[in-house]
């Protein structure tokens, strides 16, 4: 079954700290993959997306996510956290066979530390 | 920039009452979908729409639910009896070619 999972539900650091929220995925083919952050009763903005191709990428906010084939894992990472990355993280997976959708993971929310 | 918009930005409806969520997608987009979002938990895909036709539903998509394209820029769901459990963040998204999908900032339907 195609799943995505965020083994953390809730993470907590100091801000200045550095930050990996993990994902893993469930998929038979190479997804495409990518990282939403949702603010309290906000949409979903898009931090970064990896579609083929280098398996580092780079997206906004200072944020980067490394594709790991191997381990079927698409974690994000910053290196310096701000109080303002506080928020709701999704992890998730766009179909690439069958009708094209989204499946997400259910979320890690990040408290950050003054 | 080109988004996609949702409006009400909330609805408060009564039980048994009819609903309209309404999306514009981005104007040269093929694919266009919903997802819900119930209070604290995760993002769930519920219809798929390409050429005028639903392309895939989830098993949360039964037959309350109904998508329309009624003129080639909006794009609505209808919940045709509401329930207390349909409350929910409602997103609208758009693609263009099938990879990347792009959001609406969400409508949040409140039943009571």
């Known amino acids: 079954a195609q799943s995505v999972t965020q083994p953390d539900i809730h993470i907590t650091v100091s801000e200045g700290a550095s930050l990996e929220l993990r994902c893993n995925y469930s998929y038979g083919a190479t997804p495409y993959l990518f990282w939403y952050v949702q603010s309290p009763g906000q949409g979903l903005q898009l931090l970064l997306k990896?579609?083929?191709?280098?398996?580092l990428v780079q997206g906004i906010k200072g944020f980067e996510a490394e594709f790991k084939r191997s381990q079927s894992s698409f974690n994000l990472r910053k290196p310096s956290v701000h109080w303002s990355d506080a928020a709701e993280y999704f992890c998730?997976?766009?179909?690439?066979?069958?009708?094209?959708?989204?499946?997400f993971g259910t979320g890690t929310r990040l408290k950050v530390l003054a | 920039e080109p988004e996609v918009t949702q409006t009400p930005s909330h609805q408060v409806t009564q039980m048994g009452q009819e609903v309209i969520l309404r999306c514009v997608p981005i104007s040269n987009h093929l694919y266009f979908y919903w997802y819900r979002q119930i209070l604290g938990q995760k993002v769930e895909f519920l219809v798929s729409f390409y050429n005028n036709e639903i392309s895939e539903k989830s098993e949360i998509f039964d037959d309350q639910f109904s998508v329309e394209r009624p003129d080639g820029s909006n794009f609505t769901l209808k919940i045709r009896s509401t329930k207390l459990e349909d409350s929910a963040m409602y997103f609208c998204?758009?693609?263009?070619?099938?990879?990347?999908?792009?959001f609406g900032q969400g409508t949040r339907l409140t039943v009571v």
């Open positions: 998730a997976v766009g179909t690439t066979s069958g009708t094209y959708k989204y499946i």
């Open positions: 990896y579609f083929s191709g280098d398996t």
């Open positions: 998204a758009s693609s263009l070619d099938a990879t990347e999908a792009f």
